[in-house]
């Protein structure tokens, strides 16, 4: 990356590159490691959830417009960028130094763009990402240091990149990204076959489970006026301020209107805030408790509540948003309703009635979203596709009968 050898250059500088080369690599390769786990996951337990906190998480980036272009995940650019780095430390020369300080420039501008898209807009801040973004300013800081074979203006020092160097870079990573593109749509269509197809078996393989002793009143969706008696069937251990329940949220708007009638939704309060929710080491989401007493407190507006809270998920956040919520709504009194804390706490006290699905959590119910989907539980969410098929399967079930359901979905 530096453009020279000569004397009085410190060693440092080429070390820093050198080390943020090789950290944009690993971040990168995390980033799409990830994109394809949470958009393309090959079985039902390697789905994505919440559990670490409504801001810093991956999910909101991996599900987004800019995770990836015309099907190459930007992460793979990154890589490139990281590896010309790295490579010019190893082959130092004045061109490829020129070369790596537009292209420093230009990545940077980027990380710049993607990090206010992403806290802007998305609400949320990749960890990975940011672990790109850390990487990319140390390798701009290392070509900025180093004044090799550099003019003195602006333009010279920084937009005077080798047309050798950029053109043989540009070809590669093209070349690279046409074989990203064609492995992304492979993907998308196995996902749409063989790969939906397994994860519905994998849900149908997986143990029942009973009912939790106190049962939600609260309905996200009613189709029937007794929750047993709807085709689907789901309890949902849901926390207002978590990003991926607001994702499952919207999945079943959508399914909702192909399903009508078929769907019934229990809201299992679960807060994932420490000042009503003891199985949470920490306020993970401060305001949650707050939330779902406010929700709890009148069952007429428990739907209104719900879908607001979770359309201005960022809002929800504050206690100023949520001390208007309740003025808007007439649930001031929410907060200090002790028949309203008491149902909320029988309602999160159910967590602990499942078996523990890992050593390291006291109890079955731990992260949000989790589901208990027709007596099955699933920890996480589910691409569209995939939640459709296991809804259309559990709908063929019914019609057809268990015995002909698993012939159809079972490969001979």
């Known amino acids: 990356m530096l453009g020279g050898t000569t004397n009085g250059k410190r060693i440092w500088l080429r070390a820093l590159a050198f080390v943020s080369g090789l950290g944009m690599i690993v971040a990168s390769a995390l980033t799409i490691d990830h994109y394809f786990a949470a958009n393309f996951p090959t079985s039902i337990w390697q789905g994505s959830f919440c559990d670490l906190s409504a801001f810093f998480n991956c999910d909101a980036s991996s599900f987004s417009r800019i995770s990836q272009l015309a099907g190459v995940p930007l992460g793979y ?3 490139m960028v990281g590896g010309l780095v790295a490579l010019g430390v190893v082959f130092p020369s004045a061109a490829l130094g020129r070369t790596n300080r537009t292209l420093a420039l230009i990545n940077v501008v980027g990380v710049v763009v993607l990090f206010l898209y992403s806290v802007v ?5 990749c960890l990975l990402c940011s672990g790109y973004y850390v990487f990319a300013v140390l390798g ?13 203006s602006f333009f010279g020092r920084w937009l005077s990149p080798s047309p050798l160097h950029l053109a043989t870079f540009g070809v590669v990573t093209l070349t690279g990204a046409f074989g990203f593109a064609e492995y992304h749509q492979a993907r998308v269509e196995a996902q749409a076959g063989g790969v939906t197809a397994r994860v519905v078996e994998q849900y149908f393989s997986l143990p029942q489970v009973s009912a939790p002793s106190v049962i939600s009143p609260y309905m996200s969706v009613q189709s029937t006026e007794r929750f047993e008696d709807a085709t689907i069937r789901i309890i949902e251990y849901g926390d207002f301020l978590c990003p991926d329940c607001r994702y499952l949220h919207e999945q079943i708007q959508e399914l909702e209107e192909e399903f009508r009638g078929q769907i019934n939704v229990v809201f299992q ?4 805030d420490a000042r009503c929710n003891p199985v949470v080491a920490k306020d993970k989401h401060p305001g949650a408790c707050e939330l779902s007493y406010m929700a709890a407190y009148d069952p007429a507006k428990f739907r209104a509540i719900h879908d607001e809270v979770f359309a201005n998920l960022e809002a929800a956040k504050s206690p100023a948003w949520r001390r208007d919520l309740a003025r808007r709504y007439g649930v001031e009194a929410a907060l200090s309703d002790s028949a309203t804390q008491a149902l909320v706490q029988r309602i999160i006290g159910t967590g602990a009635e499942y078996e523990k699905t890992s050593e390291e959590y006291a109890h079955g119910i731990r992260s949000t979203p989790t589901i208990i989907l027709n007596n099955r539980m699933v920890i996480g969410t589910f691409p569209h596709e995939q939640l459709r098929a296991i809804f259309q399967a559990l709908v063929e079930e019914r019609e057809l009968g268990e015995r002909k359901f698993m012939e159809h979905w079972v490969e001979e």
Request: proline share 4%.
């Open 269 to 272: 309060f679960f807060p994932l």
């Open 140 to 152: 701009l800081i290392a070509v900025w240091k180093d004044g090799s074979g550099a003019a003195g």
């Open 77 to 79: 650019f990154g890589i």
């Open 121 to 125: 807009g998305l609400k949320s801040l």
